[in-house]
């Protein structure tokens, strides 16, 4: 257990719909990561937080989008779902901005059907 | 951001050293060299990172070449539940820790 917490853990929506993937980071943990796994496209960064503020982005569509509340937990939504957003979302907290480990969720596996 | 470059696949014996190999030739002064695995159905998971010296922890040791041009992973006795696939990633130390993940390689573990 990495201390990441990702809710739901499984969500299945029609084209056209708008989601919200929840993370909650771990204890102490500043920065929040999101990224996107799909089979023909690996693991894709797509935005980055550190203490409320972004930090970092990605291959992000614009039709996602992302924050992170003042205790810490973020959030990511997904509108105007395409089947091609169908994928695997993880979460990554650490506790800096400096290189160190980062701890990964296990992730919301979506599927637009 | 810096490229790595790992081999596809690799395969290994269970309980025989497994090294991993990372080329990063556009690798600049201050980027730091990560690795990460993922195991089937889970999120990626912190293996190790380093800057310029070799390191070592409790799950593998990180040999960083002296130009700084490439990195080996070592898994010092291969186990079932190494079978995954590795990550070598470059962050840069200004980048807020930002982790670009690339293909990897899949290592197979032999019984």
């Known amino acids: 257990d990495s201390g990441v917490t990702q809710t739901p853990k499984h969500l299945i929506t029609a084209t056209g719909q708008r989601v919200t993937l929840r993370c909650s980071p771990r204890?102490?943990?500043?920065?929040v990561y999101w990224y996107q796994q799909s089979l023909d496209q690996g693991l894709q960064f797509l935005i980055q937080?550190?203490?409320?503020?972004?930090?970092a982005k990605g291959n992000i569509l614009e039709r996602f989008s992302a924050q992170q509340f003042p205790d810490l937990h973020s959030e990511l939504n997904l509108s105007s779902l395409e089947l091609g957003d169908s994928a695997l979302y993880f979460c990554?907290?650490?506790?800096?901005?400096?290189?160190?480990?980062?701890?990964f969720g296990q992730g919301t596996r979506l599927t637009v059907v | 951001d810096a490229k790595t470059t790992q081999p596809n696949s690799m395969e290994s014996n269970e309980e025989e050293p497994v090294h991993l190999p990372c080329n990063h030739s556009t690798i600049s002064g201050t980027d730091y060299i990560h690795w990460y695995r993922q195991l089937p159905s889970q999120g990626p998971e912190y293996v190790i990172h380093?800057?310029?010296s070799n390191v070592n922890n409790r799950m593998a040791s990180l040999a960083i070449a002296e130009d700084r041009k490439s990195s080996t992973l070592i898994l010092h006795r291969a186990t079932l539940r190494d079978a995954a696939v590795y990550y070598c990633?470059?962050?840069?130390?200004?980048?807020?820790?930002?982790?670009?993940f690339g293909a990897g390689t899949r290592l197979a573990v032999h019984p």
């Open positions: 990633i470059l962050s840069f130390s200004g980048g807020y820790n930002k982790l670009i």
């Open positions: 937080y550190y203490n409320g503020e972004e930090r």
């Open positions: 204890s102490g943990d500043l920065s």
């Open positions: 380093g800057l310029t």
């Open positions: 990554a907290s650490s506790v800096g901005i400096g290189p160190t480990e980062a701890f």
